[in-house]
T-cell receptor, first 114, second 116 residues
Framework: EAGVVQSPRYKIIEKKQPVAFWCNPI?????LYWYLQNLGQGPELLIR????????DSQLPKDRFSAERLKGVDSTLKIQPAELGDSAVYLC????????????FGPGTRLLVL | AQTVTQSQPEMSVQEAETVTLSCTYD???????LFWYKQPPSRQMILVIR??????QNATENRFSVNFQKAAKSFSLKISDSQLGDAAMYFC?????????????FGEGTQLTVNP
């Protein structure tokens, strides 16, 4: 079974430029998460989707960050415009919609804003 | 709000020896899940072991086992017969059982070095 797929793996951009990250969850997983991981810290949730619905986006900086999950499968996280402080690893995870769910993570996208 | 604390930023162990990583958490809930994830330099978060709070028996996965002390809110990871491939950052994480799919709350991580 394929795991969570993310692309790109690495991205270098200049500040004020837009950037987008893509995630394809494990087949059959209804819940999708985007986490932000700063250097030397544990991941923190940005947004959680249950199917197409964003059910927890309280930590998403909505002035510059946006996300979508069309058709309840793939998801895209966008930053516009990017700032120097956005340099981090962006992790996508997915889980089945059950009470026994475990979250499985993708390899992450490492963003460097210059 | 729940918090997770890992008081050991770095640990080291000799190959084939045993090491224990510490984790404490704070919650007012009675039902929850605890996890240990491993993150090698590739940055992929890999699930090591999972514990349900309602289970008294400590979880084990091959060389990995936990010591879950619910009253003390402690959840340590023991790695037996350490291997070079165990070297990584280890994160302890908490998830409430009240809401399906709720967020994971992570600790700060412990960097484990395995010496040959």
């Amino acid at each position: 079974e394929a795991g969570v797929v993310q692309s790109p793996r690495y991205k270098i951009i200049e500040k004020k430029q837009p950037v987008a990250f893509w995630c394809n969850p494990i087949s059959g997983h209804n819940t999708l998460y985007w986490y932000l991981q700063n250097l030397g810290q544990g991941p923190e949730l940005l947004i959680r989707y249950e199917n197409e619905e964003a059910v927890d986006d309280s930590q998403l900086p909505k002035d510059r960050f946006s996300a979508e999950r069309l058709k309840g499968v793939d998801s895209t996280l966008k930053i516009q415009p990017a700032e120097l402080g956005d340099s981090a690893v962006y992790l996508c995870a997915s889980s089945q919609y059950t009470n026994q769910e475990t979250q499985y993570f993708g390899p992450g996208t490492r963003l460097l804003v210059l | 709000a729940q918090t997770v604390t890992q008081s050991q930023p770095e640990m080291s162990v000799q190959e084939a020896e045993t090491v224990t990583l510490s984790c404490t958490y704070d919650t007012s809930e009675s039902d929850y899940y605890l996890f240990w994830y491993k993150q090698p330099p590739s940055r992929q978060m890999i699930l090591v072991i999972r514990q349900e709070a309602y289970k008294q028996q400590n979880a084990t996965e091959n060389r990995f086992s936990v010591n879950f002390q619910k009253a003390a809110k402690s959840f340590s990871l023991k790695i037996s017969d350490s291997q070079l491939g165990d070297a990584a950052m280890y994160f302890c994480a908490y998830r409430s059982a009240q809401t399906s799919g709720s967020r994971l709350t992570f600790g700060e991580g412990t960097q484990l070095t395995v010496n040959p």
